[in-house]
């Protein structure tokens, strides 16, 4: 099994690629590959032989071919439906960010626990999270996205987990852990913020 790190090189591959296609290239190279993602063109024909993905010395690979490829590894090929706890100023953006439709990514409602953020006739509806559990069950939903404060983060967890969600995406400010039978993967935007200003200032204090 790829880990992690690989199945994001995998993702900026794709990304290439499309571009690439917008551009109307036929074939593409590990070395362009490589360029675009940061990496090693030996990186690249190693993440590619994991899946069985070959090339041609010569002729490199057709960007078309590839592109179908990458989309069945990364589950492309298919729609997948999202829900999205918590429409905050994160959560609100989420619902509305129009590339989820461009990735084959449909986000199915938002939930809340504030009647005043209650919309059942906008797209995406926004509804009572006393609902969420029927709606899951009803459009077999998997994969979920948190965007509530901290210390609801837990707790809304246990909830979507229950109901069904095999996925979370964690955009809460504390760290979860992902019982057995679910991935989940935290994003902690402030950590990340934090980590680019170090980085920063290490860079200028070298100078």
Known sequence: ???????????????????????NFVRVFSDNLADAAGVTAAQVRKDFSLFGITGNRRGGYKVEELADQLNRILGKNQLHEFIVIGVGNIGRALLHYPGFERSGIDVAAGFDIDPAKY????????????????????????????????????QVLELVLSAGIKGVLNFAPICLKAPPGCIVNNINLETEIENLIYFINAAENRK
């Open 119 to 154: 919309n059942p006739q906008s797209q995406p509806p926004v509804l009572p999270l006393e609902q969420l559990g029927e709606l899951i069950k009803t459009r077999d939903i998997k994969l979920a996205i948190l965007a509530v404060p901290d210390y609801a983060a837990q």
């Open 1 to 23: 099994m790829a880990n992690r790190s690989c199945i994001i090189r995998l993702s900026r591959y794709k990304n290439a690629l499309n571009r690439l296609k917008g551009l």
